[in-house]
């Protein structure tokens, strides 16, 4: 499987700030996805990060609020724009390798905004 | 899209008995489910998965079964350890993945 470093692993932010996020994974990917985790809640999909293009963002969620690149294969960054206490929760990256169906997850990014 | 349920949410058995989490999902186009461990402050790790051309699945104490035509499928834990206690989410896939809402598994020695 493939390695995926995130980082930062936690952070704490001032309200009205913003915040990338960044995950990095060791081989080409052909999928990335961003999901929001809230604590004892499951995964939700933020969006897809698109190689070269636009990310495909899920209902309740947009690119003013999360902006996402992507540049290549292997690299992508999440932005939490405009912070508030609401936007505190676990942000995860997730991969699909090249050959596989299976998805694997970054570390996680403990978000507190105060 | 597609609409996964998972039951129950959760789950506490004796040391040694087995564990059984039950999703359903809607879209029949999904043909493939893994599942995945997520232990407290930690990344969800899969532990186990099944293709849509495949019944069932076996990984040492771990077992999957799906059921296509009705549309479910089950995460099996057998002879369950202290150390198998965590949130189990499963998962089925179209072109994106969509998880259950979770079942945390607690094991009591």
């Known amino acids: 499987s493939a390695v995926i470093s995130q980082k930062p692993s936690r952070d704490i932010c001032q309200r009205g700030t913003s915040l990338t996020i960044q995950c990095q994974v060791d081989s080409q990917v052909t999928m990335m996805f961003w999901y929001r985790q809230q604590p004892g809640q499951s995964l939700t999909l933020i969006a897809t990060?698109?190689?070269?293009?636009?990310?495909?963002?899920e209902s309740g969620f947009v690119i003013d609020k999360f902006p996402i690149s992507r540049p290549n294969l292997t690299f992508s960054t999440l932005t939490v724009s405009n912070m508030s206490p609401e936007d505190s929760s676990i942000y995860l990256c997730?991969?699909?390798?090249?050959?596989?169906?299976?998805?694997?997850f970054g570390q996680g990014t403990r978000l507190t905004v105060v | 899209g597609e609409n996964v349920e998972q039951h129950p949410s959760t789950l506490s058995v004796q040391e040694g008995d087995s564990a059984v989490i039950k999703c359903t999902y809607s879209d029949s186009a999904s043909n493939y489910f893994p599942w995945y461990k997520q232990e407290l402050g930690k990344r969800p790790q899969l532990i186990i998965d099944i293709r849509s051309n495949v019944g069932e699945k076996k990984d040492q104490r771990i077992a999957v079964t799906l059921n296509k035509t009705a549309k479910h499928f089950s995460l099996h834990i057998t002879e369950t350890q202290p150390e198998d206690s965590a949130v189990y989410f499963c998962?089925?896939?179209?072109?994106?993945?969509?998880f259950g809402t979770g079942t945390s598994l607690t094991v009591i020695p």
């Open positions: 998962a089925a896939r179209l072109s994106q993945f969509y």
């Open positions: 990060a698109n190689q070269g293009s636009e990310a495909t963002y």
């Open positions: 997730s991969v699909v390798g090249g050959n596989e169906e299976r998805a694997f």
